[in-house]
């Protein structure tokens, strides 16, 4: 029994919840799946008073079709996304994704928002989420509204949500037409956290030219990153004159907080995140190209 | 601060306590239950030597409180085998194939393999090494480990308890 004292609560419903967060102030924080937030405590990097479990909420669960969109309540496991057909069909980028998620035991307790909410930039969620545009579903006191994933991601493990919102459920936007998506990692052991990532979405017109693409950036800042640069370098352009180490190096080129640890210096971790972009766009082109 | 009544099904057995809301499930099982089959390795989620079945998902005890499993049926690596002591499939298959040595990571290798095999009957090599990834083995290595899979796949085991 590691972790610091704390009081208990475990409300029913979203409101019940939002009163409770605001009630309690800044110290109480919100636990989910905890894979992230119990490690922290029993290591003791984070201390609340008051731990507010919405891990009973049946209004933060499910996978639904919403407004052309896919929802998906804060509260669904990676499991669950894992073996969901709609997010199979739907937001293929979210499903190749989430086997790269921890360890199987861990997606059966880990929630997706859960994961965007403690906003690691080495998890690949955050990364997912801000590279399809998706939007936040956030529930405070002042009621509902909606935060782009642009405006989401703030700092390492930390978001422009208050501490008296939660996170209900994050809408993903539905790519259509001729599409590809990939994710690449390297890490240096499987389900380990990754020294660079990317995703990639990609979608060509009739003519092969790049009709839009999206790259998200796992663990080369400070936030999940999204390589905007290089993406609009490169719409237009047919596949056959864009060269895959180009678009790697495009994507890291403006990087500026590139984390620097034990496992790797910041020029390394650039490097290997410019190979997984090319990666990642070599099998997104291909997926889109021949279906 | 306040403690908290749990109730829950272990092993098929009803367990009640007061717990205070830190204890982890891993701690309720050893020390309030007395089931010290499940071994805490590095009590922040890494090791995976605390896995148990929680409603029939494998988990990592250590990073679930006993709280939050209120009203959970949990098995622990006590509730596999038989009561007479006869192994399980995949237990017998370690042991076949040299898949322990000291034995502390085992029942959480045992844990989760019995899930593993549940849900993925006929696994490829590349899906029992990622099944296994979740588990670390610090003395046996883990060809064995790896081999005892293969073995009780190929038997046809479908992660029986």
């Known amino acids: 029994m590691k972790p610091v004292s704390f009081e208990y609560h475990v409300p029913e419903t979203i409101d019940d919840a939002t009163k409770l967060l605001a009630e309690l102030g800044d110290g109480a924080k919100v636990l989910a799946g905890g894979q992230s937030l119990i490690p922290m405590m029993a290591l003791r990097l984070a201390v609340f008073e008051h731990l507010v479990d919405v891990g009973r909420i049946a209004e933060l669960q499910g996978i639904e079709r919403r407004e052309g969109g896919l929802w998906i309540g804060a509260g669904t496991t990676a499991a669950t996304v894992e073996a969901s057909a709609d997010v199979a069909s739907m937001v293929p980028l979210l499903a190749k994704a989430t086997p790269l998620v921890g360890h199987f035991q861990i997606r059966n307790r880990g929630t997706l928002g859960g994961s965007?909410?403690?906003?690691?930039?080495?998890?690949?969620?955050?990364?997912?989420?801000?590279?399809?545009?998706?939007?936040?579903?956030?529930?405070?006191?002042?009621?509902?509204?909606?935060?782009?994933?642009?405006?989401?991601?703030?700092?390492?493990?930390?978001?422009?949500?208050?501490?008296?919102?939660?996170?209900?459920?994050?809408?993903?936007?539905?790519?259509?037409?001729?599409?590809?998506?990939?994710?690449?990692?390297?890490?240096?052991?499987?389900?380990?956290?990754?020294?660079?990532?990317?995703?990639?979405?990609?979608?060509?017109?009739?003519?092969?030219?790049?009709?839009?693409?999206?790259?998200?950036?796992?663990?080369?800042?400070?936030?999940?990153?999204?390589?905007?640069?290089?993406?609009?370098?490169?719409?237009?352009?047919?596949?056959?004159?864009?060269?895959?180490g180009e678009v790697g190096r495009l994507a890291v080129a403006g990087l500026e907080a590139v984390p620097a640890d034990l496992h790797g210096s910041a020029e390394y971790r650039k490097r290997v995140g410019a190979a997984m972009v090319a990666r990642a766009w070599t099998a997104a082109i291909t997926e889109a190209r021949d279906g | 601060m306040g403690e908290v009544l749990v109730e829950l099904t272990v092993n098929g057995q009803l367990r009640e306590a007061t717990v205070e809301p830190r204890l982890t499930l891993a701690d309720f099982l050893r020390e309030r239950c007395r089931l010290t089959g499940t071994h805490l390795g590095c009590e922040h989620g890494v090791c995976g030597a605390c896995t148990v079945?929680?409603?029939?998902?494998?988990?990592?005890?250590?990073?679930?409180?006993?709280?939050?499993?209120?009203?959970?049926?949990?098995?622990?690596?006590?509730?596999?085998?038989?009561?007479?002591?006869?192994?399980?499939?995949?237990?017998?298959?370690?042991?076949?194939?040299?898949?322990?040595?000291?034995?502390?990571?085992?029942?959480?290798?045992?844990?989760?393999?019995?899930?593993?095999?549940?849900?993925?009957?006929?696994?490829?090599?590349?899906?029992?090494?990622?099944?296994l990834s979740g588990n670390l083995c610090r003395c046996t290595g883990y060809q064995g480990i790896v081999k005892a899979v293969r073995q009780a796949a190929d038997a046809g085991h479908r992660g029986e308890l």
């Not at chain 1, 998200?216 to 596949?239: D, Y």
């Not at chain 2, 409180?65 to 690596?77: K, L, P, S, Y």
């Not at chain 2, 006869?86 to 085992?106: K, M, N, P, V, Y």
């Not at chain 2, 029942?107 to 393999?113: I, K, L, Q």
């Open chain 1, 116 to 244: 965007i909410a403690h906003a690691d930039p080495a998890a690949e969620y955050p990364a997912v989420a801000l590279a399809l545009d998706a939007s936040m579903d956030v529930m405070g006191p002042k009621g509902r509204r909606t935060i782009a994933a642009r405006d989401f991601f703030e700092g390492h493990w930390s978001t422009t949500m208050e501490p008296d919102d939660l996170l209900v459920g994050v809408s993903f936007p539905v790519w259509s037409g001729r599409c590809g998506f990939a994710v690449e990692e390297f890490a240096r052991r499987h389900g380990d956290f990754s020294l660079a990532g990317a995703t990639v979405g990609v979608q060509l017109d009739g003519a092969d030219r790049v009709r839009r693409c999206a790259i998200g950036l796992i663990s080369l800042g400070s936030t999940p990153e999204r390589a905007g640069a290089a993406e609009t370098e490169i719409v237009g352009r047919p596949i056959t004159e864009v060269d895959p």
């Open chain 2, 53 to 131: 079945l929680v409603d029939g998902a494998a988990v990592r005890s250590c990073l679930v409180f006993a709280v939050q499993a209120d009203g959970a049926e949990v098995t622990t690596i006590e509730g596999i085998g038989s009561p007479d002591g006869e192994l399980s499939a995949i237990q017998s298959a370690l042991r076949d194939c040299h898949g322990l040595q000291c034995g502390f990571c085992t029942p959480g290798f045992v844990v989760s393999v019995s899930a593993f095999l549940r849900d993925h009957p006929n696994p490829t090599d590349q899906e029992i090494r990622e099944a």
